[in-house]
């Protein structure tokens, strides 16, 4: 990841807008900046849901609240709790998440 061309600034999560996703099951709730070609997001998950999809893209990924399941395409599954983390590279190895109860993650990508 290169990172260029962004000033200091602050962001304040509260005053960022939310827009709705849905999953195959549940909703997700994304408020996003993008800083360059670097998205940065909260991502919020709703208790039961499911992703729509197998993602290919690259991300960073913190766990704050919660509980989400990761699934990769070869079938091996992890668990991220608060305080952990993933990253993956584009194109590396598709993934898929999922939450019973819910989950708040930080997301660079």
Known sequence: ????????????????????????????????????????????????YLADHWCVKGHILLCLSGELHTELADGRTFVLRPGMSYQVADAAEPHRSSTVCGAKLFIVD
């Open 1 to 48: 990841m290169q990172m260029s061309d962004i000033p200091f600034s602050l962001t304040t999560w509260s005053e960022i807008e939310k827009t709705e996703h849905q999953g195959d099951t549940g909703v997700a709730f994304w408020q996003t900046q993008n800083f360059g070609s670097i998205r940065v997001r909260m991502v919020e998950y709703s208790p039961g």
